[in-house]
């Protein structure tokens, strides 16, 4: 069986630890072989899909939901990979990098370049869809074998933001990305620092996608006593590692932006003009 555990092993998994895994052996097993095989660039062994077949079979055994999306997305993969063997056409929206027009890339550039910190905020309250909208847009943000660790707290109350201090003023949400650390010890193959690159790519479409929304953020960290703190009036588990938050509002200030160094000073490997 997959990841080394036999039937009765995966049986006993958390439903969200046995996903990963599930989510992890769809990309690597069946998803890194399928778009070649596609793209007749390459071929699928008859094997192809196996381990996910039975990891699937677990999970049906287990009465476990099958209408969630990345479980749906496993069975997808499966199919289209059997008909790919049968030199039939997959049945997938199949989507790839496509150029922006000169305005689109106006609105790329303004997005990355004048995106800043912002430190001071309104009274104005964040409505729950826009929450909603920037965690959308954290967990589609890449992740190292579509493991998708990420878990959040969103503070909203006075009580719960006198929890954490980032040095920033009158914030009036604050969002906590943590992960889940057991779905990284199912799947030890991954590298260590993966954690830190999952957590901070997802922050990161956070604070562009508040940008976007005309929000001010700002991404902060917190001490020890400050996680103790929220660990415990959250209750939340031990195997949920907080990493990280964003402070948020309707900014109330505008700031100069930094300069940054030149690519020129940071290349480690400069093309020699001369060739």
Not at 71 to 79: A, G, M, N, P, R
Not at 142 to 157: D, E, G, I, M
Not at 178 to 197: C, F, T
Request: glycine fraction near 6%; proline fraction near 6%.
């Amino acid at each position: 069986m997959p990841g080394g555990k036999d039937k009765e092993e995966l049986k006993q998994l958390d439903p969200d630890v046995l996903r990963s895994i599930i989510r992890e052996r769809t990309h690597h097993t069946v998803e890194i072989f399928l778009y070649p095989a596609i793209c007749g660039e390459g071929e699928l062994s008859s094997g192809v899909g196996q381990q996910v077949r039975e990891l699937l079979e677990v999970w049906r055994e287990r009465d476990l939901p099958e209408d969630l999306a990345d479980i749906q997305w496993s069975k997808d993969l499966l199919e289209a990979a059997e008909a790919v063997q049968e030199g039939k056409e997959p049945d997938l929206e199949l989507i790839g990098p496509c150029p922006y027009d000169e305005e689109e890339m106006d609105v790329v550039d303004d997005l990355i370049f004048s995106r800043r910190s912002m430190r001071q905020f309104t009274d104005e309250d964040v409505g729950e869809e826009i929450i909603d909208k920037l965690l959308q847009a954290a967990l589609w943000a890449p992740h190292a074998c579509n493991l998708q660790s990420l878990r959040f707290l969103v503070l909203r109350t006075e009580e719960e933001l006198s929890l954490i201090n980032v040095d920033v003023s009158g914030y009036k949400t604050l969002i906590i990305a943590g992960q889940d650390s057991r779905i990284y010890e199912a799947n030890p193959h991954v590298p260590e620092h993966n954690r830190l690159l999952d957590c901070g790519a997802a922050v990161q479409n956070i604070v562009l996608m508040a940008h976007a929304l005309g929000l001010g953020a700002c991404w902060g960290t917190f001490r020890p006593k400050q996680t103790k703190k929220v660990r415990e009036y959250f209750d939340v588990p031990e195997y949920i590692d907080l990493v990280t938050c964003v402070a948020l509002g309707w900014p109330d200030e505008k700031v100069v932006p930094p300069a940054r160094v030149d690519t020129d000073e940071v290349l480690l490997n400069p093309v020699d003009d001369a060739n």
